[in-house]
């Protein structure tokens, strides 16, 4: 086929008019034949040839069908020119706008640097001016989670467990991913179950974003069985660590809640499994026999947690949580109790509530430089019983707690309670020091947090604030607490853990101590 096309050029000032014929040569191109030169032109019109034409032709006919031609370089700033009939449109850069691409965007409009970093835009760009803790682009990576290592976790699939707990397992583990960096440059993660047999969920390598690795923690079915902890060790050794990346830190996560089938299997597959580097970490929950078995397979007690119910799962993971900070330690805290005293409570769980302070109080050791703390109870009314310049002294707040009352005849009203903590309690005319961490030890059964006090709670965490809550009385909103608290680890359930729990005393320690990464 054929196609003839009549093309007029107008020249200059409508001094001459030309009429000639162009044809396509092939499918690529069309040859214009001039009076004065032939000018060879691809389809979209763009890239001309001129051979033995003048320039001036040149430039008015690729003007004329070739506005992104590149004598003209339209578009600025690496932007893309396309050509729109008569005229051209440019695709910018993302850092630039306007119809050449000419205007740079002040990207600090949008907020883009987290963690409170001054913005600095500049040319095609911006800049983040990170606090010590945090790096990247945008300020949002946490050099506390920066941490390298290899880590398998070994759960049991026992016939003690039953689906439920199963899962309570895996959601575990699920908040170990969402604390750690996930990729081949920080924290590789592999999984194996275990009942009467030991099975490869998924090696180190399988999973390098986060969310394949929440949806896969989905996806692992219950296989009841007996408790094959020494195949799932060798397993571990010959299967997954032995893939592992050359000198990064290798780790063993073994939860469980029975004694291994074959105990001295297990502790030989154990000691094999140490001998290759490996730490490994026995995670117990319910018997206290167990607790014997998991120092035999850890050789180490600092590597053995046990909690009594799943609740208490959550607390470890501050323990066992892989930081390689060195820049976020040695802050001071300022710490809230704020404790429920309406009528709601019996007077044994108050009296429960106020040992659970006082045990608190005892650990944090106070240097009290580093932590001060202040109370504030609340029924109908908020009321402050001593701000951060009262006290000194751990034995005046032991006595000054010790005579708190309940309000047996008052309704609760946390939103109230709130609102006047946002206001008055982390000023500096109470004692609160701008440069310490700023936490709330929350002590209620949660049943009064309706969408109001939520608000207030939101607000408080978007304000630096930590909240920590501690579940007391009957008739514990659960789900509610859980999300108070800055973390799931930071919630805890007094009816059931109560403060004996080493491991819940050593997670909240942790979680108050001058050099800490955890807040
Ligand atoms: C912003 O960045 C430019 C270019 O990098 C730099 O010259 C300037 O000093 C920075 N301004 C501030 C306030 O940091
Ligand atoms: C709790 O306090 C808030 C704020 O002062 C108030 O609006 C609300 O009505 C109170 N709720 C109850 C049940 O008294
Ligand atoms: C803390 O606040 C005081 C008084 O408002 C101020 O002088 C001081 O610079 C602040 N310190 C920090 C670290 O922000």
Redesign the pocket.
Known sequence: MIIIIIIIIYLKCFQHVFIICAKPENNQHFVLHFLDGVLTLDKAGCNSVCSSCNNELQEIVTRKWCMCTPHALRCQNGGTCHNAGATYRCQCQPSFTGYDCGIDIDECQFNPCQQGASCNNTFGDYNCHCPSRYTGKDCTLDKCRMAKADVVFLVDSSLSQGPDRFKTQLDFIGEFVKSVYVGSDYVQIGLITFSFVAKVEFELTRYSRQSDLLDALQNIKYNAGSTNTAAALKMAREDVLSKSRASVRKLAILLTDGMSSNKLDTIYQSALLRNSDVTIVGIGIGSEILHEELLKITANPNNVFTVSTFDGLYSILSNIRLLSCDVCSEKTTDLLYLLDTSGRHSLSQFHGAIEALQSITSFIGMGISKVKVSLVTYA?EPKRIFDFRTYTSENEIHHKIQVLDRDSKS?A?L??AL?YVSQNVFTTSSGARNDSRHVIVLLTNGK?IDA?AMKHVNRLKGSGKSIVTIAYGKDIARETLLNVASEPYMFFNLGEELFTDGAVLSTMKTLFEFNTCSL
């Open positions: 109908s309704v009203n939103t109230r609102w009064d109001d």
